[in-house]
């Protein structure tokens, strides 16, 4: 298919990290195995223990919410990103003792270190405290070809991103935000309804 | 809903000790505890409890990580595996490139390594998690060299196997349409299929313009109530147990019925080392480590039936030496732990865009696909002119499924650099109009494909464990090939756009050896002494009490996943057990 060059080889890697944890499994890359302070072979999957202590600092949480909550804000579909304990969840996530965690945890800890010196460069205040308006000049910035921001910044801004939305997306909050309906219990499944078949060319 | 009451204490001796407790051992129990035989059931994990421990409607923020692989959870923290591809303790040895190394977690798509296993080690082993796909061989799969000149012809036909179908179908509850299709055999005892989903009928559609018939999905799970068990509910997906045993796993259906006998005993962390043999060469019982205290300990029985999984079976075989068994038990013919097949696995993913901004609406459905592609007879010729003589069907996920972490990023991908209010309409877009197409193929045995027991490494009590030589032949590599070409004629005729071209280097897009956990054919069944470990009613040519019950006895390898097959052929091995102890034809131990 046709792909915007530097994106293809990370759009192949986010295809397959769709629709299974098995599928999740295979694109991340587990090497590691009997790791001090875990989760372990055998958890209570009805618990939520997170066993390692949490280690953003406070201004990396302020500088994680802010740019969470500028990628996903509030609109009529769901709450901004803050709202349902993404930047929680990427503490969480950065904290970890496994590999892909610990990968990430460089990018993203040396992502919003850049994020908040840059603001402060530009605007004399780290980005949580710039308005709107600068936050979006600077992360525009990173976006663009060929700017030094992007040389600095990009990868990390993928990286956010996909963990943010990811975490966000992962809620019943952002099912709701993204239109799934599911985990409801039915009598029957009716399958595809008739707007959906109308909508596919198949009524 | 029957309950899993299981004791620690047991009795001195057992009619038969039955080595683990999934789909063989749990059907191995079930067919004996009900004739009235005296059974004790060995499982090398913990006890499990699925109306218990089954996170049902968690989300997955519900879970650590969002509820993510990790190394010892590699199918997420939700999936019902107490084990994976590692078990600490337990190693097993695989070629990494030239050297030997222990197996570990790996992406099964890159890895080096040349072998995966997948253990669980829990009450009801991988019946758990299973994908639930039910499908009978076909008479063709039965005599593979009688048709092609390839592989080896079963001892047994499919009409002797079919009567054991029947009646396991009817226990096990599968859904499915009669369809008539050669070599894909229908059943009387299909409950009604669901309804399929958007994108599959647009893959039907697809499928019809390339002469490919696409039918209804054949699994394991009620759509219709059975005794003790709610038909599904159409939510939450299979793969972390279902507490409702909708979804068939023996720790919801075998296990309980055989305990209602009274028949049946059940001893969780008893993990079996050797059979044991009486001055006549006869099995008279089990030697096991006591998780729990370490220590060996020794169960009589008047046979044995063993269920392990094929390749711990071989590994308790093998590790049951006598003076009489150098070699290990069974295998006087040489031909114990040879002979080892997996399925090939390969998959290509792809967007359909009049998917796109779909209506609202609830797709989970029975959590796996509810059609699918098996391969017909005429199709598989025209396959073998290209080098690809065993077939493989084509199944998929996709459309509106429950959101997990990778879910979103993947629409992003597709959307580019986008946030802020863009980004959230662009992955209310793209949710739902992806699909994702896998294979399953027939693996032909080949000799360089075998398991033996490593010289020096041992697991954590002593005990001798598996090193795993494998190799996939030129057949499976052009299946792979074809396969990979199919999905992307299948993906594109349902308008869809393939996420890349299919593999042109069938490696680059397969799965390791013993990934797709359809390890078969170590202690293969045969006609003739000479040829095989188990005669045509599963038991050892060399020690007729000991049974094989697991997928061990396969001599082929076909691309209709095997749990049905090892189920039926676990209670017909049953059956003849029984009636061979009655008639005297089999002589127990002093």
Redesign the interface.
């Known amino acids: 298919?046709q792909s915007?060059g530097p994106?293809s080889l990370?759009?192949?890697d986010?295809?397959?990290?769709?629709?299974?944890?098995?599928?999740?499994?295979?694109?991340?890359?587990?090497?590691?195995?009997?790791?001090e302070g875990?989760?372990?072979?055998?958890?209570d999957?009805?618990k939520?223990?997170?066993p390692w202590p949490r280690t953003f600092s406070a201004a990396e949480k302020k500088a994680a919410a802010a740019l969470a909550d500028?990628?996903?804000?509030a609109?009529e579909?769901?709450p901004a990103a803050s709202a349902?304990?993404v930047v929680d969840?990427l503490d969480?996530?950065i904290s970890?003792p496994?590999d892909t965690?610990e990968r990430d945890a460089k990018v993203i800890r040396a992502g919003l270190a850049w994020l908040d010196a840059e603001s402060t460069k530009r605007f004399a205040k780290p980005f949580a405290d710039a308005a709107v308006a600068e936050q979006?000049a600077l992360?525009d910035d990173v976006?663009k070809e060929g700017t030094e921001a992007r040389k600095k910044a990009y990868s990390f801004w993928r990286l956010f991103?996909?963990?943010a939305?990811?975490?966000?997306?992962?809620?019943?909050e952002?099912?709701r935000?993204?239109?799934?309906?599911?985990?409801?219990?039915?009598?029957?499944?009716?399958?595809?309804?008739p707007?959906?078949?109308k909508?596919?060319?198949?009524a | 809903m029957a309950h899993l009451k299981t004791s620690k204490s047991r009795a001195a001796k057992y009619d038969v000790v039955v080595v683990g407790s999934g789909a063989a051992g749990g059907m191995a129990a079930y067919a004996l505890a009900k004739a009235g035989v005296k059974v004790l059931m060995l499982e090398a994990g913990r006890h499990y409890d699925p109306q218990r421990e089954t996170p049902m409607f968690q989300s997955f923020a519900d879970a650590p990580l969002r509820g993510s692989a990790y190394p010892q959870k590699p199918n997420g923290y939700f999936d019902a595996t107490i084990g994976g591809w590692v078990v600490e303790g337990e190693p097993y040895m695989v070629k990494k490139g030239a050297a030997w190394a222990e197996g570990a977690v790996e992406n099964r798509m890159k890895t080096e390594q040349n072998f995966m296993w997948w253990r669980a080690r829990m009450l009801g082993g991988r019946t758990n998690h299973w994908g639930r796909v039910s499908l009978r061989m076909g008479p063709l799969d039965f005599k593979p060299r009688s048709t092609d000149g390839l592989g080896f012809d079963w001892p047994v036909s499919y009409e002797e196997v079919a009567p054991y179908y029947e009646r396991t179908e009817q226990i096990v509850g599968i859904f499915g349409t009669k369809e008539g299709i050669e070599n894909n055999p229908d059943s009387d005892f299909f409950l009604p299929a669901p309804k399929p989903r958007a994108y599959e009928l647009l893959l039907q559609r697809g499928g019809k313009k390339l002469g490919i018939p696409i039918i209804p999905a054949r699994m394991a799970i009620l759509t219709k109530p059975m005794p003790g068990r709610a038909p599904c509910f159409y939510a939450t997906p299979c793969g972390r147990g279902c507490s409702i045993g909708a979804a068939f796993q023996s720790t919801t259906s075998l296990i309980p019925y055989a305990l209602e006998t009274g028949n049946l005993d059940v001893l969780p962390d008893a993990m079996a080392r050797t059979v044991t043999l009486d001055a006549q060469g006869r099995a008279n019982g089990v030697t096991f480590i006591d998780r729990t205290t370490g220590k060996e300990e020794h169960v009589a029985a008047r046979a044995v039936v063993l269920g392990a999984s094929a390749l711990e079976t071989a590994r308790i075989l093998l590790n049951s030496k006598s003076a009489k068994h150098p070699q290990g038990l069974g295998n006087s013919s040489g031909h114990l732990g040879r002979w080892m097949t997996d399925s090939t696995g390969t998959n290509l993913g792809g967007r359909i865009p009049a998917l796109e901004n779909m209506p609202l609406h609830n797709e989970d459905g029975v959590s796996t696909m509810h059609l699918y592609a098996p391969m017909t007879v005429e199709r598989q010729k025209a396959a073998a002119k290209e080098g690809s003589p065993r077939g493989y069907y084509v199944a998929w996920s996709g459309g509106r499924t429950m959101p997990s972490l990778g879910t979103v990023p993947a629409a992003l991908a597709v959307a580019g650099n986008v946030y802020g209010k863009k980004l959230k309409d662009e992955a209310r877009r793209y949710y739902g109009s992806f699909v994702d197409l896998h294979a399953r193929g027939e693996m032909i045995p080949n000799e360089k494909s075998f398991c033996e027991l490593d010289p020096e490494k041992k697991d954590r009590w002593g005990t001798p464990v598996l090193r795993f030589h494998f190799e996939w032949s030129d057949a499976e590599l052009a299946q792979i090939t074809h396969a990979q070409k199919t999905f992307a004629q299948l993906i594109e005729s349902a308008g869809g756009i393939v996420d890349k071209a299919p593999a042109k280097d069938p490696r680059t897009a397969m799965t390791a050896g013993g990934s797709v956990n359809h390890e078969m054919g170590v202690t293969r069944m045969s006609s003739r002494i000479e040829d095989g470990v188990t005669n045509a009613a599963s038991q050892l040519w060399d020690c007729p009490n000991v049974v094989v019950a697991d997928g061990g006895v396969f001599c082929s390898n076909p691309f209709k996943n095997p749990t049905l097959t090892i189920m039926a052929l676990a209670w017909r091995a049953c059956d003849k057990l029984i009636a061979g102890m009655k008639d005297g034809t089999i002589s127990a131990p002093t």
Do not use: C
Not at chain 1, 38 to 43: C, F, R, T, V
Not at chain 1, 165 to 172: E, H, V
Not at chain 1, 199 to 202: I, Q, R, S, T, Y
């Open positions: 298919m915007s994106l990370s759009r192949r986010a295809l397959r990290l769709i629709f299974t944890a098995s599928a999740l499994a295979a694109s991340l890359d587990i090497t590691a195995f009997g790791v875990g989760l372990g072979a055998d958890p999957l009805l939520k223990e997170i500028l990628l996903i804000p609109d579909h769901g349902v304990g969840f969480e996530w970890a496994y965690q979006t992360v976006l991103r996909d963990r939305a990811g975490g966000y997306y992962s809620t019943p952002g099912w935000a993204l239109g799934y309906t599911g985990n409801a219990p039915l009598s029957e499944f009716p399958g595809a309804t707007e959906a078949l909508h596919v060319g198949l």
